[in-house]
């Protein structure tokens, strides 16, 4: 997935994609999948170098033109107890 100004990175848009990821993983009988987002907005975005719940590997690729010092804010991606993934979002306003 690529996000954009014009395509914000939020934690709904990240499910939408692991939810996409799912589907196509069900579909194809795949074991397990890598979801890679390329990050040109001002959020940065983290994920552990690990699978989630056995099947789905997260790769984030922070492409923003912003120092770390003026970004807006931040969301990291967690391994949740109730589903595959949780958030801690930062606002750094």
Known sequence: KIYTEKKAITQNTVKDNIVQLQSYMD???Q???ILAI???T???LMAPKKW???RIYIICI???DLSASKRKSSIEI???QSSIIDFITVDHN
Do not use: A, K, M, V
Request: one cysteine or more.
């Open 42 to 44: 001002d959020t940065l």
């Open 27 to 29: 579909q194809h009988e």
């Open 31 to 33: 074991p397990r999948g």
């Open 62 to 64: 922070n492409l923003c």
């Open 52 to 54: 989630f719940n056995g």
């Open 38 to 40: 390329f990050n040109f």
């Open 78 to 80: 967690i391994e949740s």
